[in-house]
């Protein structure tokens, strides 16, 4: 026990001199990368380096991030579940598969916190909550969604231990013939996976076999199973197989009240956008005038638009004027552009070749 008090003494510690160095570093990259663009700006205008850096700030920025979320889920363990029921419902009320989790974490000092989960990827996720004591109300939350392999990662925020989520995948064939594979991020302590016999289905089997049936009076079977001390990451199966003659699931839709959804962390997502995009261009801003500040300015070629006299392949600085009087070098016969000093063919002055002629 002194062991593990000595060691949450100590963590913060450390952590503070990992933030400090991650911070250090954060402070002096700008300075490193404005160098390394002077460098650089020798071979390339100062377009392409300001264009070069917006395109690689928000790369630098997403690495950054994630080497943070890494390092922060490595050093501290997920909390624990200590309770969890995943019910599955083939066919309920749509031609597709109904699932729901619902349980309670065993820390109840932390929250409000964030938390995850992964359902089967392209799920429909219709409720994110928390459940409020002692009515069991549903507190809704808005949630966001992300690809993540072959689940789907649901995140919200909850401020209760005890949470409910709900989604539906798959479609009728899959329910019909259904392989449920699931996982959590979390260690569970005490899981019981519940799946509800179709009305109407025949020939229905389930693997693995279930350790006990119940009946809810209403005409719907429930085949229970129960695991404990289930670590992080670690899968579980179910495998549905039954035959139904009909096409209609085993009660009717009902109408409910839409609850919050990914849309409103959309608006949230544009707001965010919009502030990086603006924090990228004025980071660009303050590198280009450090890169002006330590000097070496860039040197900006500009070319100049296509001439006449290069389409017609006289050199410049002639222009053609049928009033112009045409004149020429006395001594090697070069014609003399207009208002030229010096011939551009023996570099006589034109004063010395107009008075010998």
Known sequence: MAAADSHSETRPLSRRKAMGRSAMRFRTWPLSVARWLQHWQGKHTMRECVLLLIALLPLLVAVRSLSGVIAVQAEEAAPKIKRITVSIFPEY???????????????????????????????????????????????????????????????????????????????????????????????????????????????????????????????????????ENIRPSQSLQVKVAYQKDDQEPSVPKKLTAISPGPQGDQRKDWILLGAGLLLTALVAAGIYALIDRLGGGPVVVVRSPRTDNEADGRPDGFSFNPHERLRFCTICGERLPHNASVCPGCGASTRQSTDRA
């Open 93 to 227: 009320d749509e031609p597709r598969v109904l699932a729901t989790y619902e349980g309670e974490f065993e820390d109840s000092q932390s929250f409000p916190m964030e938390v995850h989960f992964r359902v089967p990827k392209g799920a429909d996720v219709r409720e994110a909550c928390a459940i409020q004591p002692p009515e069991n109300e549903h507190l809704c939350q808005l949630f966001k969604t992300r690809f993540t392999g072959d689940d789907t990662l649901v995140t919200y925020s909850i401020p209760s231990p005890t949470f409910f989520l709900e989604f539906y995948f798959g479609d009728r064939a899959s329910a019909r013939n259904l392989e449920y594979t699931f996982r959590f991020d979390n260690p569970v302590e005490h899981l019981d996976l519940v799946v509800q016999h179709p009305l109407r289905a025949s020939d229905f089997t389930i693997a693995p076999a279930g350790s006990a049936v119940s009946d809810d009076g209403k005409g719907f079977l429930y085949h229970r199973f129960a695991r």
